[in-house]
């Protein structure tokens, strides 16, 4: 099999602040510094001064700075990892391989594969925040001996986003694990056209499998 990628650890334990990206911090920061202010002339009659007011100046300047840098950094910025990327997992003939152990398919249930998000992608952020993705939002899930295991992994290249389509392509069609309606969805629709695809439909519709 040709799938393998680093595994992604994340860090639960960190505090909000410090998920933040660089531009992130700098906008928020600013948000936090507006509100304080607005706090302060409101409840408790502190009052701003003419705009001749050099400290007033300063302040402007620096935030219209500020605020420009972190809306415009942001298209050369990555999300924050958040947590550790180390460890690997990997796809066998007969199982999962997560670092050391391998996950028979015959032992497993619940099995849910999420995957797509890739190293360079657009991180989804149309307004503010990092542009890239890290490729870490991916994960499979499964339940071995009644414990339930949930590994996260970064996909950094095509290549390995191609190949984990393939090989969960050829897990199905040859049901090299115990077959179920869903794991239909496993398969990208790049492989609804190819003839083995549609000889495997066909046998799954004989044997009362597929309605």
Known sequence: MEFKA???IKDESLPFYKRWTLTEQVLYGNFFV??????????YGFEIKTSDDISLKVFVIYFGI???????????????????????????ENGIQINQTLYLFSEIKNL??????????F?????FGPYYSQGLDNHISFYHNS??????FQLYSTS????IKTDLFYYVINEIFPFERKNLDFIDKQFHHYSLYKAFIEKMKREGKLS
Request: hydrophobic fraction near 40%.
């Open 112 to 121: 849910d594969i999420s995957f797509g998000n890739k190293h360079k992608d």
């Open 6 to 8: 680093k595994i992604y």
């Open 34 to 43: 507006l509100i304080i202010m607005y706090l302060c002339t409101k409840f």
């Open 66 to 92: 500020s605020w420009m840098f972190s809306i415009t950094y942001r298209f050369w910025e990555f999300e924050k990892v958040n947590g550790k990327i180390e460890g690997e997992i990997s796809f066998q």
């Open 160 to 163: 390995q986003y191609e190949a």
């Open 147 to 152: 414990k339930f295991i949930k590994t996260y």
């Open 123 to 127: 991180a989804g952020n149309l307004r």
